[in-house]
């Protein structure tokens, strides 16, 4: 097979520095696009810097520009000057909670950032495979509207038709998003329509809770990887609503990639799909705590505010059929205990290296 050129935007981050290792280990070459938002989104400890540093290391193929997304004029110059066989497009304000404070900023990356790249796409290289990354928060707060039932530590769904879990036929309008939720709608639908509309090799993949070891976990973004830091760090953390029972599948960035690797492969314009650990990887937050106590032997200090976050999900767990029956090539192959010790190992020589 002929090496591809890919494009990874928001290459520092957790899914896209993930997917620019992965792609370079397989012999292509790989052009990154990031500009450190996330630490004008998040303060300090959002800061990408030290995982692009780490790239530049750790790959061969690999070269770093710093642009902006919703610089339309630099965007269309990228594509002009080079021939992309693939665009894995990861960069976004990801925070659902951020985006009430910032919704000018939110909608101009998350919406009009990928309309940027897609038309950009359509007009230079309209054959090239493009992988969107959208998130379940498309589903807004639908998904709290199956019937659930309470364990001792989680809720979960009480009619075994909803055992595996959420799947692409959830509506995604007249329930609340969150403005997050909202232009993550736009630019899915967006994407969508370049896939069915003009007939390019357009995937969609909504994530359920993405994780691993390059996460630069804040607050409001990252639980796994945030929860972690708290853990290590001695900090406290709140958890909010729902008696802490509230339920996220979580899948390692590892298998993110292989899913849009399938797609790359085999495209089929404009599908959806949801993509996230499935019920083997679900854990609720008093369960994740516990289990990351045992694992670090440190105690979390952790608060509760009765609180729930707008629009959060009680229970979410991607139901993956679509995905397996399309592309059974691909699997989880990280369990959610094999995630942990690997975040907590990464986490202990982060702070090592930093000093902390
Ligand atoms: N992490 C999750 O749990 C999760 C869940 C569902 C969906 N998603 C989606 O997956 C994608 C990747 O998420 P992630 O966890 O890797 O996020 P991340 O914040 O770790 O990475 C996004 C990167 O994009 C960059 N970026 C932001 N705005 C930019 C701009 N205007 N121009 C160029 N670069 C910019 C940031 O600096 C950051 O490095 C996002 O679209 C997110 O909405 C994430």
């Known amino acids: ?15 896209g520095s993930e997917a620019v290792e992965y792609f370079d280990r397989q012999g292509h070459t790989v052009t990154g696009v990031d500009n450190n938002m996330r630490r004008v989104f998040f303060g300090p400890p959002g800061d ?5 540093e780490r790239l530049k290391g750790a790959t061969r193929r690999f070269s770093h520009v710093t642009l902006d997304i919703r610089d339309r ?38 919406a009009m950032g990928t ?83 003009f007939k390019m090799p357009v995937g969609i993949f909504r994530g359920g809770c993405l994780t691993g070891p390059s996460h630069s976990g804040v607050e409001l973004h990252g639980f796994l990887s945030y929860l972690l830091k708290v853990a290590l760090s001695g900090k406290t953390y709140t958890v909010f609503g729902y008696k802490g029972k509230q339920v996220r599948d979580n899948i ?10 399938e797609f790359a492969r085999n495209p089929r ?28 032997g440190r ?14 999900h009680i229970c979410y767990i991607s139901n993956l059929s679509k995905l397996k029956s399309h592309y059974p090539a691909w699997s989880i192959t990280r369990s959610l205990d094999s995630i942990l ?11 090592q290296k930093a000093g902390v």
């Open 1 to 15: 097979m002929q090496p591809w050129k890919i494009l990874v935007t928001g290459s520092s981050g957790l899914i």
């Open 48 to 52: 990408t810097l030290w995982n692009l």
């Open 73 to 110: 004029e630099a965007v269309l110059a990228l594509f002009r000057d080079n021939r992309f066989d693939l665009i894995v497009h990861c960069a976004a304000q990801p925070s659902h909670d951020k985006a009430a404070e910032i919704a000018f900023v939110d909608f101009e990356v998350n």
């Open 115 to 197: 309309v940027n790249l897609l038309e950009a796409a359509r007009q230079h290289c309209p054959e090239a495979a493009f992988v969107f990354m959208s998130t379940n928060k498309v589903y807004g707060d639908a998904p709290n509207e199956k019937p659930l039932q309470e364990t001792a530590t989680r809720y979960d769904y009480s009619d075994p038709a909803d055992y595996d879990g959420i799947d692409e036929n959830c509506r995604i309008d007249r329930t609340m998003h969150s403005l997050f939720g909202a232009s993550k709608v736009a630019a899915d639908i967006y994407a969508q329509e370049y896939g069915r509309y």
């Open 252 to 261: 390692h960035s590892y298998d993110v990639v292989r899913a849009f690797e």
């Open 269 to 296: 314009p404009g599908e959806v799909y949801n993509l996230g650990g499935g019920r083997a990887n679900s854990v609720s937050m008093l369960e994740a705590i516990q289990q990351i106590e045992a694992l670090t």
């Open 299 to 312: 105690k979390i200090n952790w608060t509760y505010s009765e609180q729930a976050r707008k629009g959060d």
């Open 341 to 351: 010790e690997e975040m907590v190992a990464a986490e202990r020589e982060h702070s």
